[in-house]
């Protein structure tokens, strides 16, 4: 049983808790070519990693689309308030 | 002041020529150019100056903003970009005005001061051949049908409320990186931080959002 152990483990090259640490870096294409290729080998051999990182995945999606909703545009008063300093700003220069 | 002719021959890369166009346009007072910059930025601006000032200032600080940037037009040098220039103007104007205890440096340029929080509790790790630092069995799947849009709405308000929990430091980087989209650079050139301090805090952020999802889904 713990040869068998060993054996996962040297299969995973990383621990979980590594792998996890690596994540961020990893979406944001950082990491170095050993880290690189340590995190995919462990990926393979791992669900419960690829489950955590499709769903940081997701977190990132989602939270990407929170700005979608704001409607917000420039109210016309104000961008010509704007603009009028800006004219003014020129006029003086 | 004099006009700047800028050739394009100078510029090293496409985005800097149409830097380089952008602020020889402002300086010659080109309106055009003036109202597609407010309309690209002002929305940004607002929800950014949220962060550090409470909701009734925040039209004022971008105002004030924006006033800047027009009166500065003429000495920017462009060692930055023009969007990196008018948040950094935003960011300073914003903690003159915050109610937050005054700051002479944003917030995550004080460093991860939070004690270190790994991704997921050690104790979760635990796998009973392998041992500690392995997951005992995958954590559970999301099922989140995307088309319900009440589901949609309330999961977006966990992630607001959870962003809203996060230390200060943290929130400013997961707003602009994950919230605005910006890249790494341009996070890191604004709020003047290292790449790594500024990898170390999305991380954080973003882990500690997972975890604010994964309690909506399935309890904690």
Redesign the interface.
């Known amino acids: 049983m713990a040869a068998d152990a060993e054996f996962i483990r040297n299969q995973l090259r990383i621990t979980c808790a590594d792998a996890l640490e690596l994540m961020t870096e990893f979406l944001d294409r950082a990491l170095s070519s050993t880290d690189q290729e340590r995190f995919r080998a462990h990926l393979e051999g791992c669900e419960a990693c690829a489950v955590y990182l499709d769903q940081l995945r997701l977190t990132v999606d989602i939270t990407s689309s929170l700005h979608g909703q704001d409607d917000y545009q420039v109210d016309q008063s104000t961008m010509e308030q704007l603009v009028d300093i800006y004219r003014s700003t020129r006029d003086e220069s | ?1 004099g006009s700047v002719t800028i050739l394009a021959s100078e510029a090293t890369s496409p985005a800097e020529t149409t830097e380089k166009m952008v602020v020889d346009a402002l ?3 080109d ?1 055009q150019v ?2 597609h910059l ?2 690209m930025h ?3 601006l ?2 950014v100056a949220a962060l550090y000032v409470p909701s009734n200032v925040v ?1 004022d600080v971008v ?1 004030e903003t ?2 800047a940037v ?2 500065g037009i ?1 000495r920017f040098e462009g060692r930055s970009s023009i969007k990196t220039w008018i948040y950094r103007i935003l960011i300073n104007q914003a903690r003159k005005r915050g109610p937050k205890e005054r700051r002479a440096i944003p917030f995550s340029a004080l460093g991860p001061s939070e004690a270190h929080d ?3 509790p ?1 104790e979760r ?1 635990y796998h009973p ?7 005992p ?3 559970p ?2 099922n ?1 049908d995307p088309g319900d849009r009440a589901v949609a709405s309330e ?2 308000m966990v ?2 409320r959870a ?1 809203d929990r996060l230390s200060d430091a943290q929130r400013e980087v ?1 707003t602009l990186r ?4 910006w890249d ?1 650079e341009e996070v890191c050139d604004t709020l003047g931080i290292s ?1 790594v301090n500024q ?1 170390v805090l ?2 954080r952020a ?2 500690s ?2 975890a604010a ?2 309690v909506y889904f399935h309890g904690s």
């Not at chain 2, 051949?129 to 997951?135: D, F, K």
């Not at chain 2, 994950?178 to 989209?181: I, K, L, Q, S, Y």
């Open positions: 002041m300086r010659r007072g309106e003036f109202r407010v309309e002002h929305t940004g607002r929800r039209e105002q924006w006033m027009v009166r003429d790994p991704a997921v050690l790790l051949e392998l041992g500690t630092g392995y997951w069995e995958a954590p799947h999301w989140a999961i977006r992630i607001e962003i997961i994950d919230v605005e989209g790494s790449a990898r999305l991380h973003r882990t959002v997972r999802l994964e």
